[in-house]
């Protein structure tokens, strides 16, 4: 019997989406012939082989509604002649073309939500953008009956709002053995994208008044303010910019962190909901992190104190609570273990059940 092709569609670089590089592996492992579609900018690099098939198409322009635009227009024809059994829309940046295509062709249709979509800052702020964006997942997302999110937080919105019933499939890392390396240097690692909300403003002055690197592994929409900041604040000893890392090597960046940062500024309640990626790289590297007090972390630090909470991302508060970190021994090794607990229970091994059946649920 042929395997159910399913076509996945996002926006995002394709060799350093962690999260949909993880899915559809596990998707393929499970006998699903998948195929992942973004679109290729000018300074793209060559893909990395994985055991599904990817597809950039060309764009003309980079950002803004006309990228939207043009984009939405060739996947919407790529994805009209593609041979699928079902379309998956990663987020809203890619739900129209998926929705209009899978309605024209009789194919089955599923949502992944990694945010609130019409609650990023980015979206709030600019009215127009804002209304555009909630009419699209007004129109759309109660359509999508079939779908899951990254946390049990979201997943109580999207039933608020639009009356659907999504699982929940965190974005925690892959369980392997591991063992705690030696760490001469005790630096501070973020990795992930450097974008508005994520408290650079107060970390990057915070480092002043700390003894400590802070390592910056990602790109974004506040790469280049992050960087001024550090030049402003005369830290650019202590805060050193990788851009962006390739998977691998990012490992090997983490793995040797003394601590990691997950903070988010309260301005959007898909920040306050939100349960990053980083968080469980963290925890599976047996990194203790500081974290903001917002509730999907407070669930996991309340059954597995892994985390350093703090309720204001201000730079004293920031500083003060690093410090404590770098400098009780007691307390750090305590949290070490409990990430080292803390990851068996939060491992995609657990999350591919929930990602399999939500597929295998579409024929039953």
């Not at 892959?174 to 240097?185: A, C, Q, S, T, V």
């Amino acid at each position: 019997m042929q395997p159910k092709r399913i076509v996945c569609t996002v926006t995002n670089d394709l060799n350093y989406d962690q999260r949909m590089i993880r899915i559809c592996t596990t998707l393929t492992e499970a006998g699903y012939d998948v195929t992942l579609v973004g679109f290729k900018r000018r300074k793209s690099k060559p893909l990395i082989d994985r055991p599904f098939k990817q597809v950039r198409l060309p764009i003309m322009v980079e950002q803004g509604k006309l990228m939207y635009a043009h984009y939405w227009f060739n996947l919407f024809f790529f994805l009209l002649f593609r041979r699928a059994d079902v379309l998956c829309a990663i987020d809203l940046d890619t739900i129209l073309p998926v929705y209009y295509v899978s309605r024209i062709r009789g194919l089955k249709r599923v949502h992944d939500a990694h945010e609130i979509f019409t609650d990023l800052r980015e979206v709030i702020t600019r009215p127009s953008v804002h209304k555009m964006w909630q009419w699209i997942a007004g129109h759309t997302i109660p359509k999508f009956p079939v779908g899951y999110t990254i946390g049990e937080c979201y997943a109580e919105d999207f039933k608020v709002r639009y009356g659907v019933d999504y699982g929940v499939v965190r974005n925690a890392t892959i369980l392997r053995p591991f063992e705690i390396p030696d760490k001469p240097e005790r630096y501070i690692l973020y990795q992930g994208a450097v974008n508005v909300g994520r408290c650079f403003e107060q970390l990057i002055p915070a480092m002043k008044n700390v003894n400590a690197r802070l390592i910056i592994c990602g790109e974004g929409n506040f790469y280049a303010e992050a960087v001024a900041l550090a030049q402003q604040h005369a830290v650019t000893d202590k805060v050193i910019f990788k851009g962006y890392v390739p998977p691998f090597d990012l490992v090997n960046y983490t793995v040797n962190a003394y601590i990691g940062i997950t903070l988010f500024e309260d301005t959007s309640l898909s920040n306050r909901l939100s349960l990053a990626n980083r968080f469980f790289d963290y925890m599976h590297s047996a990194v203790p992190q500081l974290c903001i007090n917002y509730p999907e972390y407070q669930k996991v630090n309340g059954q597995f104190e892994i985390a350093r909470l703090i309720d204001t991302a201000d730079p004293m508060v920031i500083s003060d609570a690093l410090n404590i970190m770098l400098a009780d021994d007691e307390y750090y090794n305590r949290l070490q273990q409990n990430c080292l607990r803390a990851r068996e229970v939060y491992c995609w091994q657990e999350q591919a059940k929930t990602l399999i059946s939500t597929y295998d649920s579409l024929w039953k």
